[in-house]
């Protein structure tokens, strides 16, 4: 398996059956691999509730999610205007959002959409699911391509919400934000508490159970 899919299949124990999520573009569309399609309702923010994989020869090209990507419809799944799906959003109707990062902070705030001096990706509805979810899981991978850390004191591109996540996942560690900071949760694999350390320049502590447990 590789990281991603260790990461997706790690945020998937994180949902609660028959909750209602939305899955960014990246990582958090591989979530959708380890989730039973009777029991987690997912969404799309152009427009469909009940979104399931597709095999390549059920591929309808007009059926699509939000990051383009063709995609399957459950027994029982809704279609609606785009208006009305960011109502459901903004409305707190989508009790998690799944989304990938460029970086994530110390204060929780993440940056997900813009590179200075890049062509903008676009902010797509990440801004909205960030305000209206009542849950935000970041999945990401620990650094970026050319090894600096992604999980960093202070954002340096755009930010694109001020609302803090929730949890964070990568392919090193799962950070939960309790009281006021990240907490340093669950070392992934055979990551060390080094490992994590040398890579992450966002504030966190370990928790008490985690450090018992690599101290036995």
Request: aromatic fraction near 6%; charge should be negative; proline fraction near 3%.
């Amino acid at each position: 398996m590789n990281k991603k899919e260790i990461i997706a299949k790690r945020a998937a124990e994180e949902l609660k059956p028959y909750s209602i999520i939305n899955l960014g573009i990246g990582i958090p569309t591989l979530v959708a691999n380890y989730l039973d399609k009777d029991k987690y309702y997912l969404h799309t923010e152009n427009g469909m509730l009940g979104v399931t994989s597709v095999k390549e020869d059920d591929i309808d090209p007009l059926l699509v999610n939000a990051g383009k990507l063709p995609v399957g419809e459950a027994v029982g799944a809704s279609y609606f205007h785009s208006a009305d799906s960011f109502a459901m959003i903004r409305g707190g109707h989508v009790d998690v959002a799944i989304l990938g990062a460029l970086q994530v902070d110390s204060d929780g705030l993440v940056a997900n959409y813009a590179i200075p001096g890049k062509d903008i990706i676009g902010v797509g509805g990440a801004m909205d699911l960030l305000v209206g979810a009542k849950q935000i899981i970041v999945t990401t991978n620990h650094v970026s391509k050319d090894g600096s850390p992604k999980l960093i004191d202070k954002c340096t591109y755009p930010i694109t919400s001020t609302r803090k996540v929730d949890v964070i996942i990568t392919d090193m560690a799962v950070f939960k934000w309790k009281e006021g900071g990240f907490e340093l949760t669950e070392l992934v694999g055979d990551t060390s508490l080094k490992e994590v350390e040398e890579n992450t320049t966002l504030s966190y502590r370990i928790s008490k159970r985690l450090l018992q447990k690599e101290s036995s």
